[in-house]
């Protein structure tokens, strides 16, 4: 027998073959969570966490699990952060920037229209500047090599 501690209550119980790390009632009270922030989530697609913790009474660190175990995917974190565009709050990760989604989204489909309309505006001006800069950057014509530490 493969007898564990449940690492919720801390109840000894026999482990499964699909290596469970709770007990049968956890299990069962985890399954039941899981089921409840998947239907207020369904309802409300841009909550975060804290909201959906307060709104189904489920304790962060379960939401927090579920996202690590790939079973919710789209919870957002609020940065604390607000929109530098329309003053919206941030929702991400640590690289998550200066815009929300919305105003991001609209701004790489704003530079890709410009990109389209005007594909040659840029690249000649830098070609140019490349050029008369390297010739002059090492008149000896050495390549540096970086020093090894």
């Given amino acids: 027998m493969n007898l564990v501690n449940c690492s919720n209550c801390g109840r000894m119980f026999t482990r499964s073959l699909r290596n469970n790390e709770f007990c049968p009632a956890c299990l069962k009270q985890s399954e039941e969570n899981y089921r409840k922030i998947s239907e207020y989530f369904a309802s ?13 009474g489920i304790d ?23 929109c530098e565009k329309c003053g919206g709050p941030i929702f991400g990760g640590r690289l998550s920037g200066k815009f929300c989604d919305k105003c991001r989204i609209q701004l790489a489909t704003d530079m890709r229209k410009d990109m389209q309309k005007n594909p040659k505006s840029g690249s000649a001006g830098n070609t140019q500047s490349k050029t008369s800069h390297s010739a002059h950057s090492n008149p000896l014509g050495a ?6 530490h």
């Avoid at 699990?65 to 995917?73: A, D, G, K, T």
């Fill in 143 to 148: 390549s540096k090599k970086p020093k090894k």
């Fill in 44 to 56: 409300h697609p841009t909550s975060t966490s804290q909201q959906i913790s307060d709104a189904t």
């Fill in 60 to 82: 962060l660190k379960d939401i927090h699990r579920f996202v690590r175990e790939n079973r919710l995917r789209t919870v957002k974190n609020d940065t604390g952060r607000n």
